[in-house]
């Protein structure tokens, strides 16, 4: 057996779904990569910038490495949904997947130094230096979409990522699950997801300004999300998956929580309902341990719950916001308590002299600039 043989049967034994190798190159978007940035369209994610020039060259991340290899493991397609019709995006049912991909990754960088390829090796999931999209599809694993996502034949787009460089030379291409030759999913002249994206950031085919993605916004992004944007959330407190769901090459992707007893740990999100997710100020990382809910921190949480709640209004919303306005030390918090007070219940003369009330005692004048806005509109 060759080595690229030997790295795709233990893939394959380890549970991951699909697998492909790289070529060690600059991925082929670079160029809108840096454009992407230049035009600011990673929001606060700085650190995209501080590892641009390992992004745009892998070699560097690992000096020493030869190959890169992809991994994909297809994840959970039911939909999550909490009490009251908010929405957290599929991905993040159960465990953190960044902390079990990396141990399977361990698991098979031990695998095939046992069996003599090179080091040395270093795991990456998501948040990694490198364009893992990109590498994807130049591994054979997926197409590149209008959504910027990866599609995947067996899949859609319901799949993680995981690479892992290594020290060993590997023929790039293909593993068995997509071997050369298969058709790659294409998006033609669908534009689906761009039309049914709620904040209109597909910017262009292929191009997501995180600034306006929800995915970015309810994860990702610190501090006030913008009130031309917050009815647009709808019912989504974490991440999005509407240009997923919408993708036709998603429809018949299996519910890989069913197909592999290896994802028992997908189980609906531990802190419901909203409400608590909103009030409940005490042991968040408690709650939320190992879970991926915990990337927006506390204050990150519950500001998109008061924002939803707004959206999704209900007597228990009302209430819990009422008390988050009045009462949370965070004043991205009460901002967001405010806002959502108004969007859901506006007609409420209660409602407003709360509001109107908490403006008078509020010191911080970031919160109050947000408050005047929420009564007052954007020309304040
Ligand atoms: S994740 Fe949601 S907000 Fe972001 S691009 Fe997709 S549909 Fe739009
Ligand atoms: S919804 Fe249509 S355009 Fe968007 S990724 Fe899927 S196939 Fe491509």
Request: charged share 25%.
């Amino acid at each position: 057996m060759k080595p690229h043989e030997i790295a795709f049967e233990i893939a394959q034994e380890l549970g991951f779904d699909l697998a492909g190798i790289a070529p060690l190159e600059a991925p082929h978007r670079a160029g809108e990569f840096q454009t992407w940035l230049e035009e600011g369209r990673h929001g606060s994610m700085e650190y995209l910038e501080r590892q641009k020039d390992r992004i745009l060259d892998p070699s560097r991340v690992l000096p020493d490495a030869r190959s890169l290899l992809i991994l994909g493991l297809g994840h959970a397609r039911a939909p999550l949904e909490l009490e009251g019709g908010a929405r957290v995006a599929r991905y993040a049912a159960g465990r953190d997947y960044h902390n079990w991909i990396s141990k399977r990754l361990q698991n098979l960088r031990r695998r095939l130094e046992a069996l003599g390829l090179r080091g040395p090796y270093r795991g990456i999931v998501d948040a990694g230096p490198i364009m893992e999209r990109a590498h994807a599809a130049a591994a054979g694993i997926g197409a590149e979409s209008k959504a910027a996502n990866l599609l995947s034949t067996a899949h859609g787009p319901w799949f993680f990522l995981g690479e892992l460089l290594l020290g060993e030379e590997l023929e790039p291409g293909p593993g068995p699950s997509n071997p050369p030759g298969m058709t790659l999913p294409n998006c033609g002249t669908c534009t689906a997801c761009i039309d049914a994206c709620p904040t209109e950031a597909i910017v262009a085919p292929g191009q997501v300004d995180a600034r306006r993605c929800i995915s970015y916004l309810t994860i990702e992004h610190r501090g006030p999300i913008e009130h031309d944007l917050r009815a647009s959330l709808g019912p989504w407190v974490f991440g999005c998956d509407v240009c997923s769901e919408v993708c036709p090459w998603g429809s018949d992707a299996p519910d890989a929580s069913a197909l592999l007893g290896t994802h028992a740990a997908f189980e609906a999100p531990e802190g419901s309902p909203l409400t608590g997710w909103l009030t409940h100020r005490e042991g968040f990382s408690v709650r939320f341990n190992g879970s991926p809910l915990q990337r927006p921190r506390r204050e990150g949480l519950a500001r998109n719950a008061a924002i939803v709640l707004g959206n999704l209004p209900s007597d228990e919303g009302r209430e819990a916001l009422l008390i988050a306005l009045a009462e949370d030390p965070a004043g991205v918090v009460r901002a967001a308590a405010a806002w959502g007070l108004l969007r859901g219940h506006g007609d409420d003369a209660g409602v407003r002299g709360a509001i109107e009330r908490a403006l008078e005692r509020e010191r911080d004048e970031a919160v109050r600039r947000d408050f005047n806005r929420t009564i007052r509109g954007p020309s304040v």
